[in-house]
């Protein structure tokens, strides 16, 4: 597991456009769904929330993410 698979993973927990979840809902449906692969992946495991925050700077560049709509929240586009 890597940041650029946490990009795909975030809009999986989100659902579908339109859609919107709180930071630490992802967070936790990551930890939820992906635990034993975020626990060998080495020194991704130690950093891998601040990653996730990676990857939703790069949705929202890429146009799939907004940020901005409420704090805290982010909200599927694409």
């Known amino acids: 597991m890597n940041r650029q698979d946490l990009k795909s993973i975030i809009l999986d927990a ?5 859609d ?3 930071i630490p809902k ?4 990551i930890w939820e769904n992906y ?6 992946s ?3 495991f130690y950093t891998w929330q601040y990653d996730m925050r990676w ?3 790069s949705l929202v560049r890429d146009g799939k993410l907004d940020k901005t709509a409420h704090r805290g929240m ?3 586009l694409k």
Request: proline share 7%.
């Open 42 to 44: 080495g020194e991704f």
């Open 55 to 57: 990857a939703g700077d």
């Open 74 to 76: 982010w909200m599927r």
């Open 26 to 29: 992802i967070a936790r449906y």
């Open 20 to 22: 919107s979840l709180s």
């Open 35 to 40: 635990e034993p692969q975020l626990k060998g």
């Open 14 to 18: 989100i659902g579908k456009p339109g």
